[in-house]
C-alpha cells in the first residue's frame, strides 16, 4: 500500500481523472464543489474511510452527541489506521460544520491522511495552522448537529456527486480530490505517472515556443523524441 | 397495525406536520419535491421499505442489471410485504426514471400501498392507469442505472430532504407525503383526528359567515361549543 | 376602481407584459415560480394588500400564533378590504404552506379578489373547492411558522422577484401574475385592451391560413383593414 | 422518412433512450426540464429546424422585431418545412415567453409537427386549444426580447441540456421529448418497436400475477413463449 | 455596549452558533453565502444598522441617484453612528454591486465597524485596502441600481437568509458573520468566551496526543483538571 | 486598436459597467460566476476570440481529440491573432476543465492577452505560474471532452450569462470580466477614463474627512474644483 500510495500520490487529479475516463470507462470520479482549507498543504493520498449523514431527525438527536454510547464519530476518529482519508458525506450542505477544531487536532495527532467533506467547515483558521490536509464545501460556523446526524460508517458513500467505497485511494491536490476504484489504483497509478512525465517533455518544447501540431498530442515522432531524451537522462538542454 | 394505518390514513399530511412540530418537536417530515404521478389515487399509509442508490459508478453497472445475482432490486420487489410503502432514495436527481411500467405493475399485483421518490419516473401514463399510488419528481424517460445504482436496502435513506427509516410510517395525500416515526405513529394518528375533526367544525361556521375571533384558533367557548356540537351528534346546523 | 378593474381584468397578462414593456419600459413585472391552485378559477385583478416574512427567529415564534396580540395574520384578513389580492411575500420557501383552508375560507367570505404567494401552500384540494383565486409556489403541507415570520404588512415587499408596492394592481390569469404600478394601470388597461383585439383580428385570418409577412405584425393595411373590420361591426366572415 | 417517422412515432421516449443507452452508446438525449402545453396532444415525431438564442444586448434588441429585415423568426416560420419540429434554445430562461398564440397558429397552419422549447411559452391556453403538440420550460407571460434574442437558425443548439443538430429525429410523448441521431434514427425505431412488443407481452403476464424472475427481464424461455405467442396471432388469453 | 462588544467580539463565529443553539434554541444565525473582502480585517463586532432593497421597479429608478431627496442611502451613511455594522438585504443577488470604494470611503472615515451584504461588491481592491471589514457575496462591477432599489432602512431584513433587527449584535471573524439578538447578547459572550476558554485547554492537551474519550467533550474530571489549571494561572505544562 | 485597448485597459470593470450602462442602455456585460486563475495576473483588453461548445453527443466524441482533422482547438490555438482574447462558452459546467496546462503555455507563446470561461480549468498551478490573464468558473481536474465539445468557433458565444461577438472588447481586472461591444469601444473608454479620474479626485477627498454631500455624486462646484484641480497639475495637497 505504502508504494502504491506514494506513486499514486506524485499524479496530478487532472491527469488522473484523465486515466481514469479513457482507459476505464469512469467518467465520475472528481469530487465536486469542494476546495482545500489550506491551499499550502493540500496533497494527500490515502485509503478511504467513510462515515454516512442524513438529514436530522430531532428525535435522535442526543445520538450526535459526541458522548452518547451510540455516536458513531468518536471511535471512528479513535480507531481509523493511520494514513486514511476520512470521507464525510455531508449531502452537499454548506450551512453546518462537520468538524471542528478539536476533532481536526485529534485527527491530525492519530497520523490521518487527510479529510474530505462536501458540507462546510468550523474553525478553519485553527485547521489551515494544522497543516492537516483537508477539503471542504467551505466555512459554516454551526455546528453540523443542526442539521445532520450520524446514520452509518464504513460503508459506501457520496462526497461532492462522486461514490466512495471504505478502501477506495482518494487523492488531492490544489486542483480537487479524485477518487480512484480500490482495484484499479495501481495501474491508475502506473499510467497517470507515465503521462505526466511525457507531458512534461512536451510542456518544455511548448515553453520554448514551438507549435502544437505533432507536439501535443505527440506524434509517433515526438514519443521517439521523448524516449531518446529519457534515455539520455532527460537533460536541460534538448 | 392494520388499525393504526387505518386510523392514520385519514389524517391529512397538513395536519400530521402540524402534529409532529408542535406535540413532537419533528420540524422536517415532509418530503420536498415529489407529485402524485395520478392524483386521483395518491393517498396511502403504510410503512417504509427502503431502497439506497448512491451516483454509478461505471465498473459497477452490471450489478444494477436486474438479472444479476446480486441486484438487489428484484429480491425487494418480490419480497417485501404487502402494504409496505417503497422508498428509493433517488438522490433528487430529475433526469433518469427509478422505475418503469413493468416493475410498477408487480408492485401493484403485490398489494404494495406506494412508492415514493425524489428521482424522476419512467412509463408515467401506464403506471397511472394502475391506480397504484406513486410520488416522484417527475417524469424521465432514461431508466436509472444512466446515473445512479442500487447499493443497499432497508437503511436509512433520504427521500427529498427527510430522513425515513425502515418502519417508519409514510402517508400522501393530494398535498404530499410525511415520515411519521414508527414510535410516534399512534399518537400523531390520535392527535391530528381530534385536530381534523374540529378544524372541520370551524370550517363549517367560517362557511357560515363567522369571523376568525374566537373562532380560528378556537377559543375556549368555541371548543365547548364544539364539544357540544359533537356530543349531538354533529347536526348539520348548528 | 371598479370601471378601471373590469378593463383591466379582461386582458391576459401576456399582454400586460407587452404594454408595460414596450410602453412603459418596465420589465420586471411578471411574477415568477408561482401557479393556480385551481386553473379553473384563476381570473383575478384587485389592488395589492402585502405581507411581509422573513426567516423565522426561534425567541420570536410565540408572536406567529393567531392569537398572540402582536400577530398581524389576523387582523389583516379580517380588515383588508373586499377585492383586494393579498400578497404574500413567502421568501421563494416552498418547503412551507403560507396558508390552510380555514383562512382561505374566511378570505373568500370576506370578498377577497385572490391570493398570491411565492412560499408553498397546505390544504390544496380544499381551497381549490371554494373557486378562490390562488396562486402559489406548490402544495406544501407544513405551516409557514416552521420558516418564516410575519412581520409587516401593507408595505412594500416581493413576490416571485417582483416588487410590489400595497395598492398596485395585481392581475391573473391561466399564464401567470403580473403587478401593474397603480399610476400605470388605466393606460396599460386602455392599451391592452387595444392590443388583444388587434390581435385576436390577426388570430382570425392567421386561422384562415394567411402567411405572417404584412398581417403579424400588422402592416399599415392590415392596421386599415382590422379598422374597416371593427367599423363593419366585427363580422364573422371577412 | 414518413415511414421512419411513422416507426419512431410508435416507440415510446422511455423506451427510445434505452436504445440509445444500450445499443448505441448515448447517455444524454431526453431534454430536461420541458412538460407538454397540451398533455392530451403532446404525440409528435420529426425531424429538428433549430433556432438559436442568447442573453439579449439591448443595442441589438432592434432586430429582434418580427418585422426587421434581419429577423430570423419570420423566414423560419414562413418557410420551415411541413412536419418539422422547431427547436427553440430558449437558454433554460423559465422567466420569458418563446412564442405566443399568434406564432403558434401560423406554425401550426403551415404544418409543423411540433414545437420544444427549454424557455417559456406565453398564450398557453389558446395554444393548447389547438392541438399543436409543444412542450415548454411553464407559462411565461412576457415576450422572448426581454430577455433574449435569435442569433443563428438550422444550427447545432442545446434544448434542455441536450444537443440538437437540425434534421436530428425528435420524438415526443407523455413522458418527455428524445432526440435521436438521423443516422441512428431507422435501426433506433426497429429496436424500439421490439423492445415495446416485447414488454407489452410481458406486461400482459405481469397483470396475471405472475413474478419477476424469468419473465422480466425475460429469460430465453419467456423469450421463446413470446415469439409462439407473436407467430400464433398475439391471442388474448395465454 | 462597549464592554459587551469588546466581549463578544472575542468569542468565534463557530462558538458563537453553538451558544445560540444549546442554551437559547436559535438555529438560524449564521449569514449564509458571504465572504472577507479582505480576510486580514474581518473580525468585528457592532450593533446592526439595516438597509432594504427589493427588486427594482424602473419607473422608481430615479429615486436611487445618491443625490435624489428621497435616496436614503446617502443619508444613512452620513448619520448612522460610529461602530454600527451596515447590513445590507442585497437579496442575494451577486450579479451587482451593492456599494464601491467612494462610499465604503466614507463610511470608514465615520467609523463604522462593518458592512454586511449577501449582494456583490464593487472595487474590491479599493476597499480591500482600507482595512473596512467587509463581507460580501462576490465580486460584481455593475452597480447595484441595475436590479434593486431602497425601500427602507432601520427596519428587520434578511441577510444570507438570516433576519437581523436594528440593534442586533452582528459578530464576524475569518469563518463568517452571525447575528446574535441584542437581549440575547450579554449572556451569549458570556457562554462564548467560558467556552472558548476551556475548549482552548482541550485542544493543547489535544496537541499533546491525549485521546478524545474524556477529554473532548470533558469529563467531570477533565472539567476538574480545568478549573485547577486556571487557579494554577494556565501554566504552559500541564 | 492598440491606442484603443490602452485607454480602456486603464478603465476598471466597475466602471465600464457604469458607463454601458448610463449612456448606452447596456445592462448586461459583466460575467457572471468567473474568477482570476492568478488574481495577481488578471488585468488585460483584447478583442474577443471564441470557441462555441454543446453538451457532448458521445458518437461525436472522435471529433473532439486535439487530433481529428475536424477539431477546432488546435487551429483555433495556433492561429489566433496575438493580442486577442480566448471566449470559451463552457455552458457554465463546473465539472469539467475547458483548458490544460499545455495549451495554455501555446497560447502564452503566441502573445494571446486573456483566457476567459465560464466552465472549471484543469492545471491550475501550472497556469497561475505562466501569468496568462485567465478567468474561470473553478478548479475542475476533469477533461472537457467528458461532457462538452467544440460544435463552432468566431461565432457569437454566451460566457457567464453574457453575450460576446468576435471582435467585441473584452475587460479584465481583479474584480471581473466586462465585454465592451467593438462600435461603443472608443466612447467607453474615453467616458471611463474620465470617470474614473474624477472618482479618484473625489476619493481623495473623501480619505481627508470630506462628507458625501456635495462631494459624491459631485455638484457643479465639486466638478469646478475638480477641474481646477486638474488645471494646477493634480497637485497632492488640495
Given at each position: 500500500m505504502t508504494a502504491l500510495l506514494d506513486k499514486i500520490g506524485r499524479v496530478g487529479t487532472a491527469t488522473l481523472t484523465t486515466q481514469l475516463m479513457q482507459n476505464h470507462g469512469l467518467f465520475n470520479a472528481s469530487i465536486r464543489g469542494v476546495a482545500p482549507v489550506n491551499p499550502k498543504s493540500c496533497r494527500f493520498a490515502g485509503p478511504a474511510y467513510t462515515l454516512r449523514y442524513l438529514p436530522l431527525r430531532e428525535d435522535l438527536l442526543p445520538r450526535q452527541h459526541l458522548d452518547h454510547p451510540d455516536n458513531r464519530m468518536r471511535p471512528a476518529v479513535e480507531s481509523m489506521p493511520a494514513g486514511a482519508v476520512l470521507?464525510?458525506?455531508?449531502?452537499?450542505?454548506r450551512d453546518v460544520g462537520m468538524l471542528g477544531g478539536n476533532l481536526a487536532m485529534r485527527l491530525k495527532q492519530r497520523g490521518i491522511a487527510g479529510v474530505v467533506t462536501d458540507g462546510g467547515m468550523r474553525?478553519?483558521?485553527?485547521?489551515?495552522?494544522?497543516?492537516?490536509?483537508?477539503?471542504?464545501?467551505?466555512?459554516?460556523?454551526?455546528?453540523?448537529?443542526?442539521?445532520?446526524?450520524?446514520?452509518?460508517?464504513?460503508?459506501?458513500?457520496?462526497?461532492?456527486?462522486?461514490?466512495?467505497?471504505?478502501?477506495?485511494?482518494?487523492?488531492?491536490d490544489g486542483e480537487g480530490v479524485v477518487v480512484v476504484p480500490a482495484g484499479l489504483a495501481e495501474e491508475v497509478a502506473e499510467g497517470g505517472l507515465a503521462q505526466d512525465h511525457i507531458e512534461g517533455y512536451i510542456h518544455r518544447?511548448?515553453?520554448?515556443?514551438?507549435?502544437?501540431?505533432?507536439?501535443?498530442?505527440?506524434?509517433?515522432?515526438?514519443?521517439?523524441?521523448?524516449?531518446?531524451?529519457?534515455?539520455?537522462?532527460?537533460?536541460d538542454d534538448f
Open positions: 470521507m464525510l458525506d455531508g449531502n452537499g450542505r474553525d478553519l483558521a485553527e485547521i489551515a495552522a494544522m497543516e492537516l490536509p483537508m477539503f471542504a464545501g467551505g466555512p459554516a460556523p454551526p455546528p453540523s448537529f443542526a442539521k445532520l446526524m450520524i446514520v452509518d460508517g464504513q460503508c459506501p458513500v457520496a462526497v461532492g456527486g462522486v461514490t466512495v467505497f471504505p478502501g477506495d485511494i482518494v487523492v488531492g518544447r511548448l515553453a520554448h515556443g514551438e507549435a502544437l501540431p505533432g507536439l501535443y498530442p505527440p506524434s509517433a515522432e515526438t514519443t521517439e523524441a521523448y524516449r531518446r531524451w529519457v534515455d539520455a537522462g532527460e537533460p
